[in-house]
Nanobody, 126 residues
Framework: VQLQASGGGLVQAGTSLRLSCAASGRTLSSYVMGWFRQAPGKEREFVARIRWDIGSAVYADSVKGRFTISRDTAEHTIFLQMNSLKPEDTAVYYC????????????????????WGQGTLVTVSS
C-alpha cells in the first residue's frame, strides 16, 4: 500500500484544515487506516482511525469533538477534517495503514501499522 498525505499548512488557532491521504496498491477492504502526529521533541501519537470496510471511527481524547476522520471508497482516500485547531495541534501528521487481524489488536499503537505516508506539516499559530 502506498500512501500520499497532503493538505497541511499554516493556520490560525480556531480555524479549520482538511488533510487527505490517497491510497494505492491494494484493495483496502481489510485495512484500518489511521492518522498519527508527531510534534517536535515528542513521540508519535495516535489521532484517529477508521475501518475501511464499515467506516467505524475511533479518536484520541485530545481531538474528540474537533476532528473527523472519513473515507471516500471510490477515490481510495481518507480525510481528516480538523476544526477548532489549537496551537498544541501543531505537528507533522502521518497517515498509516494496517491489515485487520482476527484477534484483538491495539490499532491506536503506531507500531501496529505497516504502511506510512510521508507526513504533512500542520502549524497552528496562536
Amino acid at each position: 500500500v502506498q500512501l500520499q498525505a497532503s493538505g497541511g499548512g499554516l493556520v490560525q488557532a480556531g480555524t479549520s484544515l482538511r488533510l487527505s491521504c490517497a491510497a494505492s496498491g491494494r484493495t483496502l477492504s481489510s485495512y484500518v487506516m489511521g492518522w498519527f502526529r508527531q510534534a517536535p521533541g515528542k513521540e508519535r501519537e495516535f489521532v484517529a482511525r477508521i475501518r475501511w470496510d464499515i467506516g467505524s471511527a475511533v479518536y484520541a481524547d485530545s481531538v474528540k469533538g474537533r476532528f473527523t476522520i472519513s473515507r471516500d471508497t471510490a477515490e481510495h482516500t481518507i480525510f481528516l477534517q480538523m476544526n477548532s485547531l489549537k496551537p498544541e495541534d501543531t505537528a507533522v501528521y502521518y497517515c498509516a495503514a494496517t491489515i485487520i487481524v482476527p484477534n484483538g489488536a491495539d490499532y491506536n499503537w503506531s507500531g501496529r501499522y505497516d504502511y506510512w505516508g510521508q507526513g504533512t506539516l500542520v502549524t497552528v499559530s496562536s
